[in-house]
């Protein structure tokens, strides 16, 4: 039992309350509406990819329509056309029954720990991982904890161990271009997760928001098509048409469908059906098909601006990763340096981004902070990136460890770096000299 915070308030708040802390990025967020900052902090799909003329004519038809329907309760599955859409757009055999339409992935991620995790089981996730994961599962208290990661992803050896001294009822898992490092899961890789986790009888959370943003080439098959009674698959649409729906999916075994349905139940009783609607307006004649490559266009742009200007302005020491798709640069600082102290000097300088400490489990590098490339123009890029860089400078100046040379070890987990340009490293040979390496 836990007491408000205010003394004379009748309220008493529940254990799990305590477990409730505010977004690291929400927070950060708000420094980013001041004048003039140049944001590479939130997790957010640029509004130049919403496409605002076929919403509002798929509005229309809805209301015009339809509107009896759209505007009244709904079924808490999900309306049964969409569903129908999500599994015809998956890469494996889905029924639609198993479709469980949410309001975003990231009520997904919550229903699945409301009825997996107890108060002291064990959760395994990506090292680093996804802050909103963490903050979803914590309510349950449950034991989370970092499982080894390198640049292709889960260290299954580490894996198999972990397990062998103690089950854990999953492993949450971003194969695709992974929030915060960007990393993208070969396909060798997901091979050996897949048949591990079969094997030790570890089921899988596969979270997949990005996997349709590739740049040069799409992913590998998800986990979950190798194995779809032993995972979970999360998708979502705000990626490739816009956050402020709502609309996310979780995909589940027969086995635990109707627990999720009862907890979505509980939770809203259903996802908007207005929303539904016009989404399945919007993608009925295959619009997802033109639309999706003008994103990965635009982004793809964004992401090359970033590494020119990381190539450019970053001073030796500051390492930093090539994703193949997504949204996010993974970077690490020079020996003696923390992001979480970086960060307010560089807010000073008009820049801002987020420190990577907050997006791990346990065994935090103070070191790393995560880049986001979309909602900036290339301008703002090129600006942001010398601001981070110059302030990167002056704080190793006052540290008097300004490193001569790139530092060859102690690279953060999670992605192949690049060095700094000025080391006339080569970014397609950088992870053999350096070996291997945050929406929302």
């Known amino acids: 039992m836990t007491t408000s915070q205010n003394s004379s308030s009748p ?61 009244q309760y709904a079924a808490s599955e999900g309306l049964g056309s969409l569903r129908e859409m999500v599994a015809q757009m998956l890469p494996w055999n889905v029924d639609p029954a198993q479709v469980l339409i949410t309001t975003g992935s990231q009520q997904g991620l919550d229903l699945v720990g409301k009825i997996l995790i107890d108060k002291d089981s064990r959760v395994l996730v990506e090292t680093p991982t996804y802050l909103g994961a963490l903050q979803a599962f914590a309510p349950m208290q449950p034991k989370i904890q970092g499982v080894t990661c390198d640049d292709s992803g889960v260290d299954v050896a580490a894996l198999r161990e972990t397990v062998r001294t103690e089950s854990a009822r999953f492993l949450y898992v971003l194969p695709n271009f992974q929030n915060p490092t ?28 990005y996997g349709d943003l590739w740049f040069d080439a799409p992913p590998p098959l998800p986990l979950t098509a190798r194995n779809p009674e032993g995972c979970i698959y999360l998708g979502s649409f ?49 619009f997802l098909q033109r639309h999706v490559p003008t994103i990965r266009a635009l982004y793809k742009s964004q992401r090359d601006a970033m590494l020119e200007a990381m190539k450019q302005h970053m001073p030796a020491g500051v390492e930093w990763n090539t994703p193949s798709g997504g949204m996010f640069l993974w970077v690490r600082l020079p020996q003696g340096m923390s992001a979480v102290e970086l960060l307010p000097k560089a807010v000073d300088k008009g820049v801002a981004f987020v420190p990577g400490a907050a ?31 110059k302030t990167i400078s002056e704080n190793l100046e006052f540290l008097g460890s300004a490193p001569k040379f790139a530092e060859p070890s102690a690279r953060p987990q999670g992605v192949a770096l690049c060095a700094a340009a000025k080391l006339g490293s080569d970014p397609d040979n950088s992870a053999s000299e350096l070996g291997p390496q945050l929406d929302s």
């Not at 705000?238 to 027969?254: Q, Y």
């Open 11 to 71: 309220w008493v708040l529940a254990e799990r309350a305590a477990l409730m802390n505010p977004s690291v990025i929400r927070e950060i967020l708000k420094v980013t509406e001041r004048p003039g900052i140049i944001s590479f902090a939130g997790g957010l799909p640029s509004p130049k990819t919403f496409p605002v003329a076929e919403f509002a004519a798929a509005c229309a038809k809805v209301l015009r329509d339809d509107a009896s329907a759209a505007l």
């Open 182 to 209: 960007g990393r993208t899961m070969p396909e060798s890789s997901r091979a050996r997760l897949s048949q591990a986790a079969g094997e030790l009888g570890l089921p899988l959370l596969e979270d997949n928001p």
């Open 238 to 286: 705000s990626k490739v048409l816009a956050p402020g729906l709502r609309l996310g999916f979780v995909v589940a075994p027969k086995a635990i469908y109707a627990k999720l349905l009862q907890a979505k139940q509980a939770a809203d009783l259903h996802t908007p059906g207005f929303n539904q609607r016009v989404v399945v307006e919007v993608m009925r004649d295959g």
């Open 359 to 389: 997006f791990y489990a346990d065994h935090a590098d103070a070191r790393t902070l995560r880049l986001s490339f979309v909602t900036a123009s290339v301008e703002q890029i090129h600006a942001g990136i010398e601001a981070l860089a």
